[in-house]
């Protein structure tokens, strides 16, 4: 089971994905074990059990939003990325602080239904192939004694490129934003755009697909006809409450700092909004009301110029877990480019493969573009692992531009290719600074 991975294994899961920062990791792990234990609790102790939510400090680049991420993902938990920042106080211009509850339940919903129409799935498939069949027997006006022949072509393969007239519901048109800019109207241009559509029925429209874009429109459709709507929503409101995670970047931009005066003025009004989602209230949603007392909070920020504890002293006592992520090293470049399941070497060579040009890294020319990266950064700049991006699109830029007439080729990246490629941006310093 996913939700009984011990801390440890959770550790290592990550260590997949995410080099180096240890403490985070486990910090992480920590709190998702956390959420596990206090399922085993009693009902009564269970609601007393507050989340153990997290401060995250480090500049960006070195891991914050992708341990988070791939945190939720290893738990199946619905996960929502926001920026503190596009929040402001109500009476200024800006996104209410409640609408991240509304978008991490509607993440919620497409998680769980994705779930649910994969355990339909191979009833909707058999369904979706019964009106294929039709559909093409019309075509042809065959006898229903043929309906086994087309049955098993399309089986083998054969028809995929083959048009047929299907039926597709009309799209609906987007819902109008009847109060643009004002904060807490956001939740009433829903249900109204929701209670007008539903009043009036979707029509049908007959549109000619080709067998395998009506096939999945079809899966569709009766995977969504099987599904219980209500199930749906019940398991996501429940998943978002127990298991939901928020990540609240930026958190340092809505720091107060001593003796500022002015456009700051709503910056302690932000915090005084997230106060109350963070330590738990009941949030209006289109699906019912969202308790958002066990939600984990995990925030982050560079905290270059304020610091932790220029927030609200009720708001950090919400976050009583604070790691501090340590800057990248050309240790762990090397690492990032060499080890994990994603790396950008991995990345580069499938994507140029499928031009049909191979690209083979030489041992030491990994370790050169680590080295420029960790140069890089302790020059200008340290936006951390996002260097390793800059510098290996600036040394592909002439093979990804040259791929389609390279078929065949095999092009091997040495040392002396990488400072080739990167020479006369790394000693132009001025031009570095936009380019890397």
């Not at 919903?109 to 019309?138: D, F």
């Not at 899966?219 to 928020?246: P, S």
């Not at 610091?307 to 470049?333: A, C, H, M, N, Y």
């Amino acid at each position: 089971m996913i939700e009984a991975l011990t801390p440890r294994e959770i550790v290592t899961e990550l260590d997949r994905y995410i080099v180096g920062q240890a403490k985070a990791k486990r910090a992480v792990a920590v709190a998702l074990r956390a959420r596990w234990r206090r399922q085993q609790l009693p009902d009564d102790l269970r609601e007393e059990v507050a989340p153990k939510n997290i401060i995250m400090i480090g500049s960006t680049g070195v891991g914050k939003t992708e341990i988070a991420r791939r945190l939720a993902r290893l738990a199946q938990a619905p996960f929502l990325k926001v920026e503190a920042s596009k929040f402001t106080e109500v009476g200024y211009v800006g996104r209410d602080v409640e609408s991240m509850v509304r978008d991490l339940v509607e993440t919620a919903i497409a998680l769980v239904r994705a779930e649910h129409q994969e355990r339909v799935r191979t009833r909707a498939e058999r369904a979706a192939e019964e009106r294929l069949v039709e559909a093409l027997q019309r075509a042809d006006g065959t006898s229903g004694f043929e309906r086994d022949v087309i049955r098993r072509m399309l089986r083998g393969g054969e028809l995929e490129d083959r048009p047929v007239e299907v039926q597709v519901p009309e799209r609906r048109p987007a819902g109008l934003e009847l109060f643009p800019g004002r904060p807490g109207m956001e939740e009433m241009g829903m249900n109204l755009s929701d209670m007008l559509g539903n009043l009036v029925p979707r029509r049908k429209r007959t549109v000619r697909l080709k067998v395998h874009e009506a096939r999945r429109q079809m899966v569709e459709e009766e995977a969504d006809r099987l599904l219980d709507q209500e199930a749906i929503q019940q398991e996501a409101l429940d998943r978002a409450q127990n298991q939901g995670i928020l990540f609240l970047d930026e958190i340092d931009k809505v720091a107060g700092r001593q003796g500022v005066q002015g456009p700051d003025v709503s910056r302690e009004g932000v915090q005084r909004d997230l106060l109350p989602i963070v330590e738990g209230s009941n949030v209006n949603t289109k699906y019912g009301m969202v308790k958002t007392d066990h939600i984990l909070f995990i925030a982050a920020g560079a905290f270059h110029v304020a610091k932790p504890s220029d927030l609200l002293p009720e708001l950090q006592g919400r976050f009583p877990i604070r790691v501090e992520l340590t800057s990248l090293t050309e240790s762990d470049f090397r690492q990032i480019l060499r080890e994990p399941r994603n790396s950008l070497v991995r990345q580069y060579t499938a994507m140029l493969r499928t031009e049909g040009v191979e690209i083979e890294f030489r041992d030491d020319a990994i370790d050169e573009l680590a080295r420029v990266a960790d140069q890089v950064n302790r020059t200008m700049e340290n936006i951390g692992a996002r260097r390793l991006h800059t510098i290996m699109e600036r040394v592909f830029e002439e093979v990804s531009f040259h791929a389609p007439e390279m078929h065949g080729a095999r092009v091997e990246i040495t040392p002396e290719y990488v400072r080739e490629r990167l020479s006369e941006v790394l000693e132009d310093e001025d031009l570095s600074r936009y380019i890397l």
